[in-house]
């Protein structure tokens, strides 16, 4: 781990841009240990990809100056020259090609399924000094747009004597425009300038990232001044008065979040696709969206994926349709035979589930409740349970875990094509699995053969073999609006991402589609942040 200052204050200066995260990422940014989209703009602080800024948009030049596509699956990656990681090594298309072998032959992480599943890497070479060659398993007409703009590259010279990189636990080296100079536990996280980063010039020299899980707590150290800014969205009750505070500023920015109500798909009846098609179908989602939000959300009725990523089905829809539902669970047999309420299946078995959702999130509290009264109206009987963020957290990929539960999803989940693909083709997952043996199912009591899925497969199927973009888009499209027919994960609300900062500190903020405000750009010289931005906020 690293050092802390020992007085509190972790060594951090009185100019240090403070922004409040959420969660402990873990690691001091190490990608293998960081292994969640939520702080992949912390992680970019410190390390570079082949191109910038992210799936969502660009592409731009970054670590490779050019990328070309040869043939189906074949793409080469021009490396820039002259780049230094921080510790001084020179960089070279060696640690790319490293890069790109050790995510695909490592451990599970972040990125590994972007070299071993979706997309998958036949081979990697190098042709010569700046030169990098990756064959595909399948034609990926996205490679340059999504794999390569969101994997980042890690230096040969230290990953390659790391013999577990889920327990290394040093400062990561990287050749972003931050250094990370401090890890405190559950404390902070510290970076500072490098002065030399080869994309521009940094108007930044320190940024502190506090951990503050309570949201109550992160906007009274806002509006204390304790913090400048935190990429926890405002929650609708809080808006009002944070808009009325003359120090602070509220702005709108595209995170790609999302909060869900997860869908136990490995055991009954939830296995069932026409049993979770009522259940999507009986919630009233725009209900839930007007009380917990005060209608201050994008409601999941417009489905999932995100509805404002760029690679979303533009059609989709999660409507609210009682009667319909109602006459779906009679006709799979869910019945109250008992006169108690609740429904039972032909064997008896009652629809009674538990409901679980982290203690520290009371938007999600509420959303709990309520979604359980809608559903006891159905003849189900919902317990909603708090229990800590940590067990939620862990229930992903655990599918022995759990009946339900409320979580968010981040940008790689909730709006990435290759992340969609792979939560359905293997784990852990979340979505659905229908290849075993393909990835890790999880902890659960299903046979593989009961989570056959061959409407989905047919379109995967077709998706891996497509070879031109529009094709590619068309068939996930069709994926996107079968998932929304009989969805696992049931979108609750997007938030408006209404983010607060205070311009005293610092009032050069901009947004990038995915990261809302918080990322390495912000802290960049304006001339020299180029698309990686699509608003300025000052």
Do not use: C
């Not at 292994?35 to 992210?54: E, G």
């Not at 708090?386 to 229930?395: E, M």
């Not at 792979?422 to 046979?447: E, F, I, K, Y």
Request: no cysteine; net charge negative; charged share 25%.
């Amino acid at each position: 781990m690293g050092s802390d200052g020992g007085d509190g204050t972790g060594g951090a200066s009185d100019d240090a841009l403070r922004i409040s995260i959420i969660i402990d990422p873990g690691s001091a940014m190490n990608p293998y240990i960081t292994n969640n989209a939520r702080w992949d703009w912390l992680v970019d602080l410190v390390h570079d990809k082949l191109l910038f800024p992210s799936p969502f948009a660009g592409p731009e030049p970054a670590l490779a100056t050019d990328v070309t596509q040869v043939d189906d699956l074949t793409w080469q990656a021009t490396i820039r020259d002259g780049v230094e990681w921080h510790d001084g090594t020179a960089f070279s298309v060696e640690d790319v090609a490293f890069s790109l072998r050790y995510y695909r032959d490592g451990p599970h992480s972040r990125n590994a399924h972007h070299a071993n599943q979706v997309p998958s890497f036949e081979d990697v070479s190098v042709l010569d000094d700046e030169t990098v060659e990756v064959e595909t398993s399948y034609p990926t007409p996205t490679l340059a747009e999504i794999t390569f703009a969101d994997m980042p590259v890690l230096p040969e010279h230290i990953f390659s004597e790391v013999d577990d990189p889920t327990n290394y636990g040093d400062l990561a080296v990287g050749t972003g425009p931050y250094e990370i100079v401090e890890y405190a536990e559950g404390e902070r996280l510290r970076f500072e300038a490098t002065g030399d980063w080869f994309y521009g010039d940094t108007v930044v020299d320190e940024i502190v990232a506090e951990i503050i899980p309570d949201p109550a707590v992160t906007f009274t150290a806002l509006k204390t001044g304790e913090i400048d800014s935190t990429v926890r969205p405002v929650p609708p009750e809080t808006l009002g008065d944070l808009r009325g505070d003359d120090e602070i500023e509220v702005v709108e920015a595209t995170q790609l979040q999302g909060v869900e109500l997860r869908l136990n798909f490995s055991k009954l009846p939830f296995r069932e696709h026409e049993f979770r098609w009522a259940v999507s179908r009986a919630i009233d989602i725009q209900s839930v969206v007007d009380i917990v939000m005060l209608g201050e959300a994008i409601p999941g009725t417009e489905g999932f994926p995100h509805p404002r990523s760029p690679w979303t089905a533009p059609d989709l829809e999660l409507p609210h349709r009682p009667a319909e539902a109602r006459a779906k669970l009679d006709e799979l047999g869910y019945v109250d035979r008992d006169d108690d309420g609740v429904r039972e299946s032909e064997d008896g078995d009652p629809l009674s589930f538990e409901l679980t959702v982290p203690s520290n999130e009371p938007q999600y509290i509420r959303a709990g409740e309520i979604v359980a009264d809608q559903l006891g109206d159905f003849g189900f009987d919902i317990t909603v349970r708090t229990t800590d963020p940590g067990t939620v957290r862990s229930f992903y990929g655990r599918l022995d875990a759990y009946d339900m539960y409320i979580s968010s999803s981040n940008f790689h989940l909730a709006a990435d094509p290759d992340q969609f693909l792979m939560n359905h083709r293997g784990g852990p997952n979340l979505l659905w699995n229908v290849s075993p043996g393909q990835g890790l199912l999880g902890d659960h009591d299903a046979d593989p053969e009961d989570l056959a899925y061959p409407e989905y497969e047919r379109l995967q199927q077709a998706y891996f073999d497509a070879t031109t973009k529009e094709e590619m888009l068309d068939i996930y499209h069709e994926l996107n609006r079968l998932h929304n027919s009989q969805p696992v994960a049931i979108p609750l609300w997007y938030p408006l991402d209404h983010l607060a900062y205070r311009p005293d500190s610092y009032d050069r903020w901009a947004e990038s589609p995915g990261y809302g405000i918080a990322h390495k750009w912000s802290f960049t010289e304006v001339e020299d942040r180029g698309d990686a931005v699509t608003k300025e906020f000052y």
